[in-house]
């Protein structure tokens, strides 16, 4: 007889949760597996993949992080309007790419690559910014020659006979609506467990001593974290192939893109 799958309410799930955080070091489960944190955690608490059952509740997720790294944490994937333009292959990459730097070894010769992870804080030294227009309902990215790096000289030249150095036109843009439904329905409510890591004659083990209940998306937080250079826009493109650009978070910042926020170790 086959058992169904484990069915917790939230005050369970939380007790379990304690009753994990006190086994102390707890060596990996999925040798091997870069996401051995959150796998190992899944099989202690007996569940699938990312799939937290609690009855009669809005869904919710386990979502599971390594403490004091600084790795970024891919929220969602999401192109940027006027998407019949197809800016990402079509604008960025033809006309403020640069060669690959794998060109004529790995890729062909000509292989160009446009990447950038850029925010709202402050530009790349390419130029390029985040930037949120409240009364238009955009996020935009912008371009500025006059901040490009001088080690991007050459680059910046090439950028000149292409297309020029204005601003971009039109500009690449994700607009508030489209955006808070994409987060809306990737950002569910989450138990968010942190976890110390450390390694042993090669094998990981992890201390799981942080746990926070994390309710209701905020779009004004996610809003406030892209202007403040928590959240960041990443773009990888190259010639051959547009990785897709995502919508990225620094380290132990989850928090903020929520209203409710309550600690439980």
């Known amino acids: 007889m086959t058992k169904g799958p484990k069915i917790y309410t939230k005050q369970g799930l939380i007790?379990?949760?304690?009753?994990?955080?006190?086994?102390?070091?707890?060596?990996n489960a999925r040798r091997g597996n870069a996401g051995g944190i959150g796998n190992t955690l899944e099989d202690l608490l007996g569940i699938e993949e990312n799939n937290l059952p609690i009855p009669n509740a809005t869904e919710w997720e386990l979502k599971t992080q390594r403490r004091n790294t600084s790795s970024l944490t891919t929220l969602f994937h999401i192109e940027p309007s006027p998407r019949a333009i197809k800016f990402v292959p079509q604008v960025l990459?033809?006309?403020?790419?640069?060669?690959?730097?794998e060109a004529g070894k790995l890729y062909p010769r000509n292989e160009m690559s446009f990447r950038q992870t850029i925010h709202g804080r402050s530009r790349s030294d390419r130029g390029f910014k985040v930037v949120i227009n409240r009364k238009a309902k955009k996020i935009l990215i912008s371009f500025n020659s006059g901040s490009v790096d001088s080690r991007h000289k050459k680059w910046l030249e090439s950028v000149k006979k292409r297309i020029g150095l204005n601003e971009l036109s039109p500009q690449p843009y994700w607009g508030f609506d489209d955006l808070k439904h994409k987060a809306g329905t990737k950002l569910l409510n989450a138990f968010y467990v942190q976890a110390d890591v450390k390694k042993e004659r090669g094998k990981e083990y992890y201390k799981y001593n942080k746990v926070m209940m994390l309710r209701r998306f905020s779009f004004e937080g996610f809003l406030k974290a892209l202007g403040q250079g928590k959240i960041l826009v990443d773009f990888d493109a190259r010639t051959g192939h547009n990785h897709g650009t995502k919508f990225r978070m620094r380290q132990d910042y989850l928090p903020m893109l929520y209203e409710n926020k309550k600690t439980i170790l």
Do not use: F, T, V
């Open 15 to 27: 007790n379990k949760l304690k009753k994990i955080s006190a086994m102390g070091w707890i060596p």
């Open 93 to 101: 990459l033809l006309k403020y790419g640069w060669p690959h730097e």
